[in-house]
Nanobody, 118 residues
C-alpha cells in the first residue's frame, strides 16, 4: 500500500482546509486509516481515525472541528478541518493499518504542511 497526502498550505485562523490521502496498491488489505500531526519539536500525535465499518475517533484537540471520511472505499481518506487556529500548525501525515500476508503492518504517506497564520 502506498499513500499520498495532499492539501496542505497556508490558511488564516478561523478558515477551513481539506486534506486528502490517496491510497494505491493492495488497498483491500487496509482496515483502518489515521491522520497524525507533528508540531515542530514535538512528538507525532494521532488526531483522527476511521475503521472499515466507518467508525471514527478524534483527539480532544480536534473533536468537533475536524472530520475524517472515506471516499470510494479506501481509495481516498479526507480530513476536513474547520475553524482552524494557530495551534493546528503542523505537518500532517496519513497512515494505514493493513493486514497482509498474515501480518499487521503500518504504512505511511509523506507529510503535508499546514500553516495557520494571519
Amino acid at each position: 500500500v502506498q499513500l499520498q497526502a495532499s492539501g496542505g498550505g497556508l490558511v488564516q485562523p478561523g478558515r477551513s482546509l481539506r486534506l486528502s490521502c490517496t491510497a494505491s496498491g493492495n488497498i483491500e488489505t487496509i482496515y483502518q486509516m489515521n491522520w497524525h500531526r507533528q508540531i515542530p519539536g514535538q512528538q507525532r500525535d494521532i488526531i483522527a481515525t476511521i475503521t472499515d465499518n466507518d467508525s471514527t475517533h478524534y483527539a480532544d484537540s480536534v473533536k468537533g472541528r475536524f472530520t475524517i471520511r472515506r471516499e470510494n472505499g479506501w481509495n481516498t481518506v479526507s480530513l476536513q478541518m474547520d475553524n482552524l487556529n494557530r495551534d493546528d500548525t503542523a505537518v500532517y501525515y496519513c497512515n494505514a493499518n493493513v493486514h497482509e500476508g498474515g501480518y499487521y503492518m503500518s504504512r505511511w504517506g509523506q507529510g503535508t504542511l499546514v500553516t495557520v497564520s494571519s
